[in-house]
């Protein structure tokens, strides 16, 4: 059996859709865009089409909650994932200085950004927050670049400064 039926075939029967990822060419499921040259990368998503059972890149999308803004009808709200990604990136301090000491974030470099589900206008930089800090920090004490392996990705989109998140595996 060819590997791309194999593949349609399960997402078929797993009620997972394939939404575009930057290397695919076929037509993708209704629920991607693709983003301009001036957009951070990353694989763009609808939150008003996408459905639970997505797989957007390399994740499923778990569950996902959206509303408008009463401000200017701009989608809001939380996406979970599941399934584990590899990333390479740094880790960074969070811009609040009065959460600098209780979080643990990562920011992705531009490769791993790209396989990153990524809302629809959601222009922030590529970083996240782990729910499990105090594994990361051992991990990532002293480290400059490092390659790590997360998962439970969930994109947190607000007109505040809602972060992102995802436990660190190793």
């Avoid at 763009?44 to 089409?49: H, I, L, M, N, V």
């Amino acid at each position: 059996m060819p590997a791309a039926f194999a593949v349609a075939l399960h997402a078929a029967c797993s009620g997972e859709r394939d939404v575009e990822s930057p290397a695919d060419t076929a037509v993708p499921a209704n629920t991607s865009v693709a983003p301009t040259e001036t957009e951070r990368p990353g694989i763009r998503f609808d939150p008003a089409t996408a459905r639970p059972g997505d797989r957007i890149g390399d994740l499923v999308l778990d569950s996902i909650q959206a509303q408008p803004t009463i401000v200017d009808s701009t989608l809001v709200g939380v996406a979970r994932f599941r399934g584990s990604i590899e990333l390479t990136g740094r880790r960074m301090e969070h811009p609040d200085a009065d959460l600098r000491a209780v979080e643990v974030c990562f920011e992705a470099d531009a490769a791993s950004a790209a396989r990153l589900p990524r809302w629809l206008h959601d222009e922030r930089r590529p970083w996240f927050c782990f729910t499990n800090g105090a594994d990361a920090e051992g991990a990532l004490a002293g480290q400059g670049a490092v390659s790590i392996v997360v998962d439970q990705f969930t994109i947190n989109r607000s007109l505040t400064d809602a972060v992102n998140s995802a436990r660190f595996v190793r």
